[in-house]
Each structure stands twice: as structure tokens, then as C-alpha cells.
């Protein structure tokens, strides 16, 4: 959990509508290579450090307590809007966990699938926590998110990430 400076590069492309779809490109139609219809050319360790740790940081800078010059301060959420924003951070989280299985993306291991699950699992934990305005349960599920990620890193990081 530490801090970092992250710089998001979003690229939304958006094609234009043909109020025609009677007749779509046959070419399109015909392709049986499910692999080129994703973008997956990011490289994984960007992602995982762009994508997947920036949408836990959401969660994470809503989490404990920190000390500074000021004292000591709790981090969580104590409005309805800043709950909203720890939720919405956790529902991005456990959503963009699928970009990991995508073909292309995914590792053919069972423990690769398995870990994807328990984050995605432990991200909607969150979600509900925060949902309910549950400060405990959002502490507990938050530090079991954090777990669920070590539990892929440990298998498959050589010099295991955060
Ligand atoms: C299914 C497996 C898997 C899951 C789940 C996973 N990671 Fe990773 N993560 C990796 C792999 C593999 C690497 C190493 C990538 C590389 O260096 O090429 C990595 C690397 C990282 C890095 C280091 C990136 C860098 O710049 O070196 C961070 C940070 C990270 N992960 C954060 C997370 C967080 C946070 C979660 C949970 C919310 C998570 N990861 C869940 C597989 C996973």
C-alpha cells in the first residue's frame, strides 16, 4: 500500500454508429478467432500496476488509520458520498478482475483462476461492506482483499509484488 504517483492513460474508442445493421461486415461475421476481439496488448505488469493496483488503492486510501504531524487520524469513509466512492472503487475492481481471464490474458493453471476468483470475491465483499456503511467489515474484507492478490503473486511473481 504504498504511495505512488500513477499516471492513467484512458483510451476510449468510439465508433461510429451505422443506423444500418441489417447487413454487418462479413469478414467480422466469419472470424472464428475469438483472441483479436480483445484488447489485451498491455503489457501484465501495467496492468497490474495501472489497472488492478490503482482500483485497489480506491479501496485501499478509504482503509485504517494513519499518523502524521497532525496526530493520529482514521482513513474511512464518513459521508454518503465518500462510502459511494469506496463502493464504486471496489465494483471497478471486482468487474475489471475478468480482463485476467481473458484469452490471451489468462494463464492456463487452475490457481491462476482460483486467485482471480477470490479477488473478485473479496472486491465484492467490499463493495457490499461499504454498501452497508459496515466500517468493520470494510477493514476486515479490505485486508482479505489484500491477502486474495498475494495468493496469485505468491504462485506466479518470482520477487512477490506489494
Ligand atoms: C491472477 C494473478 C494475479 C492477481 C489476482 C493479482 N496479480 Fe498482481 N501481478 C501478477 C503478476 C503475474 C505480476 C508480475 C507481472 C510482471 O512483472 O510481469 C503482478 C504484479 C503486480 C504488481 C507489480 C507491478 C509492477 O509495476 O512491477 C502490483 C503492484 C500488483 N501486481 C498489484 C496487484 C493487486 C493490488 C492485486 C489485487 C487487487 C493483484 N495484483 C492481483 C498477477 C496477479
Redesign the pocket.
Known sequence: MGKKSVTILVILMASACSPQVSSPPKDRSSSTSSDNEYYTSL???EL??HV??YS?EGVWKWEGWVSDKNGQRALFPTNDEEWEQAESAALT?AEVTNV?LLPGRRVDDPR?SA??EK?RNSALAVAKAAEDRDQDRFFHTGSG?DD??ES??LA??SSP??
Open positions: 503489457p501484465l505488469k497490474m500496476h488492478i493496483d485497489a475492481l485476467l491462476w486467485a482471480v479477488v482483499l486474495a492478490c496469485c503473486h506466479f511473481v509484488a506489494s
